[in-house]
């Protein structure tokens, strides 16, 4: 009797080893499945500034890192979804769809247009010191008190929608070379204001993608020495007449700033 029991004891266990065995190999197999690329997030994604877009509307750029990483490493699906003007509310309504367990790999740039930086820009462009330094207050406010929620959301939907994923959240440069070779436009007080705002846009959505487990790609160092003022800028000042360009990166930005910063990441 006892060496029956035994007997079904080891078959037990023997049944359960298995059991787990098959389920670590099929999402073993799940993830190594798992080779799609999504692309989501703002225009620092889609490549405004960098020319060259499609007929989307959404100013996505042949020369925009994803479409240069897509290039690199050829997944064997490629979304590329990032919008000019998107706000985390456009990436949660009209970017997801593609997102799946066969999701391997995904980018994101988003938060700036929610703190309103563009409206930062324009304040700052214009004369008033003062009038620049409020509004920059104003959007760090944003930043530190409203942003992590949003940015909390976005990323939730895309861990639950993309399980399998490899998420690289991917910051913003710094702007201006402060005492650098610019001798109009805004004062360095407004650009060691604007500087910082970005550093602190970069801060809390680094601690946010860290909190979700994706990686944070900072740019700012492929960016030093190419900033605004530098003479030999990968972002474009204040654009005309396509003001859309104004503070965005060139296509040498987005080749020699985001996609390397991309690639360390992956």
Known sequence: MKLKRLAAYVSALTL????????????SADQAAADGYVALGDSYSSG???????????????????????????????????????????????????????????????GGNDAGFSDVMINCVLPGEDNCISRINTARSFVENELPAKLDQVYDEISSRAPNAHVVVLGYPRFYKIDGS???????????AVNGASDLLNQVTSARAAAHGFSFASVVGNFTGHEICSGDAWLHSVSLPDVTNSYHPTAAGQSGGYLPALESAS
Not at 16 to 27: F, K, P, W, Y
Not at 183 to 191: I, K, N, S
Request: with cysteine.
């Open 16 to 27: 359960a080893g298995a059991a787990a065995l098959t389920g670590a190999s099929a999402a």
């Open 48 to 110: 405004v500034g960098a020319g060259d877009y499609d007929s989307s509307g959404c100013k996505r750029s042949a020369n925009a890192y994803p479409q240069l990483w897509a290039n690199a490493h050829s997944p064997s699906s490629f979304d590329f979804v990032a919008c000019s003007g998107a706000v985390t509310g456009d990436v949660l309504a009209n970017q997801l769809g593609p997102l799946s367990t066969s999701t391997g790999t995904v980018t994101i740039s988003i």
């Open 182 to 192: 610019c001798v109009a436009g805004l004062t360095d007080e407004e650009r060691s």
